[in-house]
């Protein structure tokens, strides 16, 4: 975006709507729709198969396909994506991660074939392409879970496609490093700036020694690196991070890095305010949060967003639906168009209460970057697993303090009485649901294109991947080949897990510390005690995640208040079949099972254990399940077996491991 001088009204930011959802096709329509309600750039949601690197016939995909985003399986997924909407005018942003490259192979090849059908220049048309990959793998191993590749492998792939965007595609922020969900993990202000710049400084100086890039043009690499970051309600706290990290990126690319153009120096930045703070219980007053989180990152002109995406106030719901991401864009529109913000220079310069709080977070940050860089930086510290239990330990702090009253969430653990909301009435449908056709529609349609296609061009455009992964040369050519070959997403990542192998990354859920002291935690802890006694066996407990759900800081922080309690914990991460999770818990014997889905998948998945442990002859096990589960789907699922559902109102885990003593009490016959 322009920045404007100090003596002109500031520009509004781009605004966006995280958005997409079961086919190309329908979120061809929800993006038109959005863009004619004055929204000015696109926002691409993929489905979970996508960012994991599956097609929607893979196990793996089953009951995931365009759930929590759009499939995108090949090149006419893309097409169909974009039908209609000119890519050299329109600002995109795609939150994909270890997919990257591939996806933005795909968005480059449907550029080309754009410029060819009008008859224009190609290297003209990707000039002028805009928008970010969002790339940013490190947070993927310490929060989000869509990684594919070990860490390694996984830089290669992010500094190829940074040479080949600085080269090709000048204008596009070919990586936006992403500290949103690092917060949503349990980052304080200081490790969320810290670790982001932390991976900043991996990404550079993989760039700077790779040799792909003159020195003389770090300069436009450094100004194409974009940042994603999450704004909590603590809007003062927040703003002032805001400044901090500025401050800390211009100090940081001008000393590190030698860039002497300070436009080139800006922290350019993109958010979308903290979706998992948002609350099940009275979630009108999402609303209100929403806002004032909007605040904390448009204020200070100086640190003010570029881009802003908003989520909708029933999030904590499930899906929204149009008319409420139209709500989110309307937020925007009014805080840009109707008040004065936009017409003052930076309305906190000077206010010495403000300063002192930068003050601190920069000294926090970077006494934090000079920890993980004594490690061998980031890394080395994802590998070690220093960056993940910090989170671990912080968000367990967090959740401590929410449990115990010291931080107030309003509705949920204060102010809980309420009338009914009309948002909510029955018959409103309050939130969007995908039609299991879709899934199915899905499968069929990519055996239809792997049956169209040129099968033999897709095998040696597969072969010279291939072989090129083996070799320090650049990737992004070859991924495009492969994209107008007609290769699918499935088969790409496929290749390439030949080449590089896959990656679990550290749990940090042993290095939490534990909550010793606390009366509650003492109280179940006896009655664990007593319960093993009388049972003549240690309590164990399977925390599970099936799927390819990543979101993983619910399940770390239930295996950690188990342990805390005095169960013994398996806890083997994420991205585990039915299966995998079936036969652990028969191996170990455990007396519950607790399984965790924030995708939407819950009814196609969960049974699919129950049915597993029933004919492994486990079918006494009990099983529970927690993650954002709608009331009629709660129902469906007792109904299927499930002893017991918990969503985010159930937000008192001491309380719910109480309740997990009782049925193991229970189904084992003691009173």
Avoid at 451 to 475: C, H, I, M, P
Avoid at 511 to 522: F, K, L, N, T, V
């Amino acid at each position: 975006m322009p920045y404007p001088t100090d003596h002109e009204r500031d520009r509004p930011w781009v605004m966006r709507t995280y958005a997409g959802h079961s086919s190309a096709a329908a979120s061809n329509e929800l993006y038109r729709r959005n863009l004619a309600k004055g929204q000015t750039g696109l926002s691409v949601a993929f489905d979970l198969p996508t960012q994991t690197g599956y097609d929607p016939d893979h196990q793996l995909s089953r009951g995931e396909v365009g759930k929590v985003g759009v499939p995108v399986s090949h090149i006419g997924d893309m097409r169909r994506l974009f039908d209609g909407i000119p890519l050299a005018e329109a600002n995109t942003s795609m939150t994909i991660n270890a997919p990257a490259m591939w996806l933005l192979a795909l968005y480059v090849s449907v550029a080309r074939e754009q410029a060819e059908a009008e008859g224009r220049d190609v290297d003209e048309v990707l000039a002028k392409l805009t928008g970010t990959t969002q790339n940013d793998i490190i947070k993927e191993y310490l929060s989000r879970g869509t990684y594919i590749f070990p860490p390694g492998p996984s830089l290669r792939l992010i500094t190829d496609m940074i040479a080949w965007t600085v080269h090709h595609v000048p204008k596009w922020n070919p990586i936006n490093i992403c500290s949103y969900h690092l917060q949503e993990a349990g980052a304080t202000p200081t490790q969320e700036v810290a670790y982001a710049l932390c991976t900043a400084i991996a990404v550079l100086d993989a760039v700077r020694d790779s040799g792909q890039v003159d020195a003389a043009d770090m300069a436009k690499v450094v100004a194409r690196i974009s940042f994603f970051v999450n704004a909590g309600v603590r809007f003062v706290e927040e703003m002032s991070k805001m400044r901090a990290f500025t401050a800390l990126w211009d100090e940081l690319t001008r000393d590190r890095y030698g860039v002497t153009d300070p436009k080139a120096r800006r922290l350019r930045y993109g958010v979308q305010v903290n979706s998992l703070g948002l609350t099940e219980a009275q979630p009108e007053n999402n609303v209100q949060r929403i806002v004032l989180e909007m605040l904390a990152v448009s204020l200070s002109r100086s640190a003010r967003a570029r881009a802003i995406q908003l989520p909708a106030w029933n999030e904590a719901l499930g899906l929204p639906r149009p008319w409420d991401q139209q709500w989110a864009l309307r937020m925007q529109q009014v805080l840009a168009f109707e008040t004065d913000l936009l017409e003052y220079e930076d309305i906190f310069d000077g206010s010495h209460v403000i300063q002192a709080k930068v003050d601190e977070i920069m000294t926090g940050a970077r006494e934090e970057i000079a920890r993980v860089q004594d490690l061998g930086g980031a890394v080395a510290a994802v590998e070690s697993g220093y960056m993940k239990s910090q989170l671990v330990a912080s968000l367990a702090e967090y959740r401590r303090g929410m449990e115990n009253g010291e931080r107030v969430l309003v509705g949920v653990n204060k102010f809980e009485t309420t009338e009914p909301s009309p948002l909510q009435a029955e018959g409103a449908k309050a939130i969007e649901t995908i039609d299991p056709a879709v899934e199915k529609a899905a499968v069929t349609a990519i055996e239809e294109w792997r049956t169209q296609r040129d099968n033999d061009a897709v095998e040696r455009s597969l072969a010279a991947l291939k072989e090129r992964a083996q070799t320090t040369e650049n990737l992004f050519e070859a991924t495009v080949d492969c994209a107008r070959a007609g290769v699918t997403t499935g088969e790409w990542s496929g290749a390439l897990r030949e080449v590089f192998g896959e990656y679990r990354a550290p749990t940090g859920v042993s290095a939490a510390a534990g909550g010793s002291g606390d009366p509650e935690i003492e109280r179940v802890r006896s009655r664990v005690r007593s319960t093993e006694a009388e049972l003549g066996e240690r309590l164990r407990i399977l925390v599970g995640k099936p799927g390819l759900d990543g979101h993983s800081n619910g399940a770390e922080q239930v295996a950690v208040r188990a342990r805390d309690v005095g169960f013994e914990v398996v806890y083997q991460g994420i991205r585990l079949t039915p299966e995998q999770i079936v036969a652990a818990a028969v191996q170990e014997g455990v007396h519950v099972v607790g399984l965790s889905v924030l995708s939407g998948s819950h009814l196609e998945v969960v049974p699919h254990v129950v049915d597993g442990l029933r004919a492994a002859g486990a079918g006494d096990v009990p099983v529970i399940v927690g993650g954002i589960i709608p009331p009629d789907d709660a129902a469906l699922l007792t109904e299927r077996g499930i002893a017991r559902v918990f969503t985010p109102k159930d937000y008192e885990l001491t309380e719910i491991m109480d309740g997990i003593v009782s049925l193991v009490r229970e189904r084992n016959g003691l009173s």
